[in-house]
């Protein structure tokens, strides 16, 4: 059932967000915005995804899933209560094979390998240095995206891209969710998030 705090993972789609357990303070991409940076960076089967900052793990767990067996997924989190959270919610969905936590922080503890994608989730004041590294380690061909929800991060991570990579993407999302409401349905609106992207030529 959808939305069921059960072992194991749906089939279709990304997860609910009532799937994931959650803590305190810990942030969490929302399902709508997952969905959208997964068709952005697909194809991921097979490859090595490299995450900076895990939050909850619900970007974790599905990179996870988009990477298939053969594929994997290191994830790098300052906060030892987000890394935690990540790693309950990777092992329920039964994805702890494909998925390798660091418990440290961005630039500096990054592991060392050629990454096919790069998700930056969250950055803390590092942005800059955060996107440089990862950029070195993309694969060519590879791509980098990142999301933002404030007017400063956009701006930064424009301008780093713009000296990175000529192949550069910008989206604004505002999404919404519906719910039900005796015989009516609510819309209820998130927060806008910036998903920008580049290209490793």
């Excluded at 959808?2 to 942030?27: L, Q, T």
Aim: hydrophobic share 40%; proline share 5%; charged share 20%.
């Amino acid at each position: 059932m959808v939305g069921e705090k059960s072992v194991g993972i749906i089939r279709r789609g990304v997860m609910p967000d009532e799937w994931f357990e959650r803590a305190d303070g810990v942030p969490m991409t929302k399902a709508s915005i997952r969905a959208v940076v997964i068709s952005l960076l697909n194809p991921l089967d097979g490859i090595n995804i490299l995450e900076i900052g895990s939050g909850t793990g619900a970007m974790t767990v599905e990179l996870a899933r988009a990477a298939g067996s053969a594929g994997h997924v290191a994830s790098v989190e300052s906060s030892p209560e987000a890394a935690r959270t990540t790693c309950g919610n990777v092992e329920r969905a039964g994805l702890a094979e494909r998925v390798g936590i660091v418990e440290g922080r961005a630039p500096r503890d990054i592991p060392e390998a050629g990454y096919g994608a790069v998700f930056i989730g969250g950055h803390g004041s590092e942005l800059e240095p955060i996107m440089r590294r990862c950029f070195d380690l993309i694969e060519p061909g590879g791509r980098m995206a990142l999301t933002s929800i404030t007017p400063q991060t956009t701006f930064v991570a424009l301008g780093c891209f713009e000296e990175l990579t000529g192949d550069i993407g910008f989206w604004r999302i505002h999404s919404s969710s519906g719910r039900r409401a005796g015989a009516d349905w609510l819309i209820i609106g998130n927060n806008p998030v910036d998903i920008i992207w580049g290209d490793k030529l």
